[in-house]
């Protein structure tokens, strides 16, 4: 079940409403209790003293009138002993009888004389003998006085109407009766009825009192409770309204801290501080969000770069499978090429008219000596001439064509080399890192590109040194040489250099942690201090038909992998060098 709330004000009010109904009618409850408790021991300890001080003067009466009884019964003066019984009867109001019986309860001594002699039956007579006179001495002690007994007669409310006091009497040394003396105990019931009224009176009185005081004292705490109750529900007020306008967006408002207590005051202190913080906080997350625009604007531009970047990818992956398969259809078509070169080679070397020829011209030219008389002289040496200049030009062509099949042939191995090394390069697994030796990587790259530096008339220095393994993808090392170098030689094209030089080098840094660097450096083009800036952005190149994406990928790719590359240029036709620092492979063989 879900209780509805309640403001706070109703709330104290309620709880010091709580607290005083239940205090104020507790602490009466507990006064009057604790009073009637009081009222009713003293009516007790009065009770018990008035009956008391009754048992001790009925005590010294029946011990007076026992010792005149025991006079008068030595010497059998019972008429005596009837009226003294009578006499104090008439003179004590409150003694109803005074009598005299033996064991048998027989009346020794009466008021009444008639009664002398008489055997009594009421239920007194029968406690007496069956209760008191076996407990009584036989014969007379001397050395302590005689006790009295006392024996009560209830009414039918259970209240005490008679008391009887009973005393043994002696005839000399033995028991002859017992003295009993019966007091009524209508007076003393009477004197607790008015002590008892008298003590409600003043109950009452002091009940009154006391519960008027209570409603004087709770209406005060009322109000001393309401009078206190309303600063602190005023400064609650003030901190709730404050929340409110927070709550609602208006972070400029503060909370006066003249508030009933310090405990206030230190709220209303920490919640404007709280505001400072979230108007702060505020101005930061605007700031932010503007930044957070700026970045995600970046992020997408590196997003679509990124996406082209692996559409680049794709696209050499697809192109680089379809050169593996055109690699294979060129080896296919010039190995027949080949072979029939060679068999051409072969066959001009053993030709039997190249051979033969000079021996078979040879016996024609002795025959046209032999026979120059019938021929004539002219015709003859001119027939001569031309057997003689036959072989040799025929010599001279057979040189010629073998000397072409043979750079064929070699064009033929040159071509298989590269395809070789491309149909290699493009086996080996993209992502699996490899032990390298950069110097040898390099020697495969510029195989590729002996032709093109030839055909360019560019002279090629190498200054490789002996440097530590790297480990890298060799595919990728090898992608970055050829771009690098391919990069070199075209920036001949467009330039009038005569001395066209390009340097590969290579050696150990000496920093920690240790680098390989590698160097590409040529006397070409160069380039300006602003093209160097977006050299390795993608998408930007200098070459008309440039795709800006080979020296990009490369920075990544060797940042990736701790590495890194960098260009250095004099200035326009000055010449460049690419740097590359590779991370030497600390692994494990």
């Given at each position: 079940?879900?209780?509805?709330?309640?403001?706070?004000?109703?709330?104290?009010v309620?709880?010091?409403?709580?607290?005083?109904?239940?205090?104020?009618?507790?602490?009466?409850?507990?006064?009057?209790?604790?009073?009637?408790?009081?009222?009713?021991?003293?009516?007790?300890?009065?009770?018990?003293?008035?009956?008391?001080?009754?048992?001790?003067?009925?005590?010294?009466?029946?011990?007076?009138?026992?010792?005149?009884?025991?006079?008068?019964?030595?010497?059998?003066?019972?008429?005596?002993?009837?009226?003294?019984?009578?006499?104090?009867?008439?003179?004590?109001?409150?003694?109803?009888?005074?009598?005299?019986?033996?064991?048998?309860?027989?009346?020794?001594?009466?008021p009444?004389k008639?009664k002398?002699?008489?055997?009594?039956?009421?239920?007194?007579?029968?406690?007496?003998?069956?209760?008191?006179?076996?407990?009584?001495?036989?014969?007379?002690?001397?050395?302590?006085?005689?006790?009295?007994?006392?024996?009560?007669?209830?009414?039918?409310?259970?209240?005490?109407?008679?008391?009887?006091?009973?005393l043994?009497?002696?005839?000399?040394?033995?028991?002859?009766?017992?003295?009993?003396?019966?007091?009524?105990?209508?007076?003393?019931?009477?004197?607790?009825i008015?002590?008892?009224?008298?003590?409600d009176?003043?109950?009452?009185?002091?009940?009154?009192?006391?519960?008027?005081?209570?409603?004087?004292?709770?209406s005060?705490?009322v109000?001393?409770?309401?009078?206190?109750?309303?600063?602190?529900?005023?400064a609650?007020?003030?901190?709730?309204?404050?929340?409110?306008?927070?709550?609602?967006?208006?972070?400029?408002?503060?909370?006066?801290?003249?508030?009933?207590?310090?405990?206030?005051?230190?709220?209303?202190?920490?919640?404007?501080?709280?505001?400072?913080s979230?108007?702060?906080?505020?101005?930061?997350?605007?700031?932010?969000?503007?930044?957070?625009?700026?970045?995600?604007?970046?992020?997408?531009?590196?997003?679509?770069?990124?996406?082209n970047?692996m559409i680049?990818?794709?696209?050499?992956?697809?192109?680089?499978?379809?050169?593996?398969?055109?690699?294979?259809?060129?080896?296919?078509?010039?190995?027949p090429?080949?072979?029939?070169?060679?068999?051409?080679?072969?066959?001009?070397?053993?030709?039997?008219?190249?051979?033969?020829?000079t021996?078979?011209?040879?016996?024609?030219?002795?025959?046209?000596?032999?026979?120059?008389?019938?021929?004539?002289?002219?015709?003859?040496?001119?027939?001569?001439?031309?057997?003689?200049?036959?072989?040799?030009?025929?010599?001279e062509?057979?040189?010629?064509?073998?000397?072409?099949?043979e750079?064929?042939?070699?064009?033929?191995?040159?071509?298989e080399?590269?395809?070789?090394?491309?149909?290699?390069?493009?086996?080996?697994?993209?992502?699996?890192?490899?032990h390298?030796?950069?110097?040898?990587?390099?020697?495969d790259?510029?195989?590729?590109?002996?032709?093109?530096?030839?055909?360019?008339?560019?002279?090629?220095?190498?200054?490789?040194?002996?440097?530590?393994?790297?480990?890298?993808?060799?595919?990728?090392?090898?992608?970055?040489?050829?771009?690098?170098?391919?990069?070199?030689?075209?920036?001949?094209?467009?330039?009038?250099t005569?001395?066209?030089?390009?340097?590969?080098?290579?050696?150990?840094?000496d920093?920690?942690?240790?680098?390989?660097?590698?160097?590409?450096?040529?006397?070409?083009?160069?380039?300006?201090?602003?093209?160097?800036?977006?050299?390795?952005?993608?998408?930007?190149?200098?070459?008309?038909?440039?795709?800006?994406?080979?020296?990009?990928?490369?920075?990544?790719?060797?940042?990736?992998?701790?590495g890194?590359?960098?260009?250095?240029?004099?200035?326009?036709?000055?010449?460049?060098?690419?740097?590359?620092?590779?991370?030497?492979?600390?692994?494990?063989?």
């Amino acid at each position: 079940m879900k209780l509805s709330r309640i403001s706070l004000r109703a709330y104290l009010v309620l709880m010091n409403s709580v607290l005083l109904v239940l205090l104020y009618p507790l602490l009466t409850a507990v006064f009057i209790q604790k009073t009637t408790e009081f009222r009713d021991e003293v009516l007790r300890e009065n009770i018990n003293a008035m009956r008391e001080a009754m048992e001790n003067r009925s005590a010294a009466l029946v011990r007076s009138i026992g010792l005149s009884v025991g006079q008068a019964a030595a010497g059998y003066d019972f008429t005596f002993l009837s009226d003294l019984m009578a006499e104090v009867v008439k003179n004590d109001p409150e003694m109803v009888y005074c009598l005299v019986m033996d064991r048998e309860r027989q009346v020794l001594a009466h008021p009444d004389k008639n009664k002398l002699g008489t055997r009594l039956g009421d239920a007194m007579a029968r406690r007496n003998t069956k209760q008191l006179w076996p407990i009584f001495p036989k014969t007379f002690p001397e050395d302590q006085p005689l006790e009295v007994f006392f024996l009560e007669e209830k009414d039918v409310l259970g209240n005490t109407a008679l008391l009887e006091a009973v005393l043994p009497v002696y005839n000399g040394e033995k028991l002859w009766g017992v003295l009993r003396c019966g007091y009524t105990m209508h007076f003393l019931n009477s004197k607790m009825i008015q002590e008892h009224l008298r003590w409600d009176k003043q109950i009452r009185a002091m009940k009154t009192y006391f519960i008027s005081t209570m409603a004087v004292f709770f209406s005060i705490s009322v109000f001393i409770a309401v009078l206190f109750t309303r600063p602190l529900l005023r400064a609650l007020d003030v901190l709730r309204r404050g929340v409110h306008q927070v709550r609602d967006g208006d972070l400029e408002h503060e909370i006066r801290k003249d508030l009933v207590c310090h405990e206030f005051a230190d709220l209303a202190d920490s919640f404007n501080s709280m505001t400072v913080s979230l108007r702060i906080s505020r101005r930061d997350l605007a700031a932010y969000n503007k930044s957070l625009e700026k970045k995600v604007d970046e992020r997408t531009q590196e997003l679509k770069e990124a996406q082209n970047i692996m559409i680049q990818q794709a696209h050499e992956a697809g192109m680089a499978e379809m050169a593996v398969g055109v690699l294979h259809n060129i080896g296919n078509a010039i190995t027949p090429a080949k072979i029939s070169t060679t068999t051409l080679i072969t066959r001009l070397k053993n030709s039997p008219l190249r051979n033969n020829l000079t021996q078979v011209l040879n016996s024609l030219q002795a025959i046209l000596k032999a026979a120059q008389g019938c021929v004539g002289d002219d015709r003859t040496q001119r027939m001569l001439k031309i057997l003689e200049l036959i072989p040799v030009s025929i010599a001279e062509e057979y040189e010629q064509v073998e000397t072409t099949l043979e750079q064929i042939c070699d064009k033929h191995r040159h071509i298989e080399d590269i395809i070789r090394l491309q149909r290699q390069y493009a086996r080996v697994p993209i992502g699996e890192q490899q032990h390298l030796d950069i110097n040898r990587v390099a020697q495969d790259a510029l195989n590729m590109f002996q032709e093109s530096l030839q055909q360019r008339g560019i002279k090629l220095e190498l200054a490789f040194e002996e440097v530590p393994l790297v480990r890298l993808e060799e595919v990728h090392v090898l992608q970055i040489i050829v771009n690098l170098i391919k990069n070199s030689y075209e920036s001949f094209d467009s330039g009038t250099t005569e001395d066209k030089k390009i340097i590969l080098s290579s050696f150990l840094e000496d920093s920690v942690p240790h680098h390989v660097v590698f160097s590409v450096k040529d006397n070409g083009c160069g380039f300006t201090a602003e093209e160097r800036k977006n050299f390795f952005r993608f998408g930007y190149s200098t070459k008309a038909r440039g795709s800006g994406f080979g020296l990009h990928s490369c920075a990544n790719y060797l940042i990736a992998n701790n590495g890194s590359i960098d260009a250095v240029s004099a200035g326009p036709g000055m010449g460049s060098e690419f740097i590359l620092r590779l991370p030497t492979d600390t692994s494990p063989e």
